[in-house]
């Protein structure tokens, strides 16, 4: 969605705020759709929508509308429909980081991180690279800024942008 330069200024103004709002509203200048989740939660909020991550949009008259209705909700990122593959590396379940893994934008989660890579084309992914680490691809993944139910905010690690999903990391992914 292409927006007029008030209503970005207002959302970089948003963006600026330290809150799950303000996170979201970051999300959506950075071009990703995104969908309501439930407070201290990982579940699509569906008292503000049906379809889950198809539901996820960058309107941002909606989403602030989601936000006015419960302002402590979470929010996700549909990964597809912003054009991301995010690796979810649970330690938990046996997850680490692995060497061929490029440096990219990194949120740290409850236990573990979400790695983010940039896609322009359709692909298939088998679901789980190895114990612990799951592509989200056709689905979604909560935003930075929200807050995880044991109580850890999800976190930006560092100032990385969005690396690109280059032919070696699917050739890595396409072994598992």
């Known amino acids: 969605m292409s927006y007029s330069s008030n209503l970005a200024t207002d959302l970089s103004i948003i963006a600026s705020d330290k809150s799950i709002k303000g996170a979201a509203a970051k999300a959506v200048l950075n071009g990703w759709k995104v969908l309501p989740v439930k407070k201290r939660n990982k ?12 539901d996820a949009t960058d309107d941002w008259n909606l989403i602030d509308f989601w936000f006015s209705v419960d302002p402590h909700m979470n929010y996700g990122i549909n990964c597809q429909a912003s054009g991301l593959v995010v690796l979810d590396v649970d330690f938990r379940n046996g997850g680490d980081i692995r060497d061929w893994m490029k440096p990219t934008y990194t949120v740290s989660t409850g236990d573990g991180y979400h790695l983010y890579y940039s896609v322009n084309e359709e692909l298939r992914f088998s679901g789980q690279i190895g114990d612990g680490i799951d592509i989200k691809y056709k689905g979604f993944v909560v935003g930075e800024g929200s807050i995880h139910s044991n109580g850890n905010i999800y976190t930006k690690t560092n100032d990385n942008l969005v690396a690109n999903l280059d032919d070696e990391m699917k050739e890595m992914i396409a072994r598992w």
């Open 43 to 54: 579940l699509p909020h569906f008292d503000l929508i049906k379809r889950s991550h198809l």
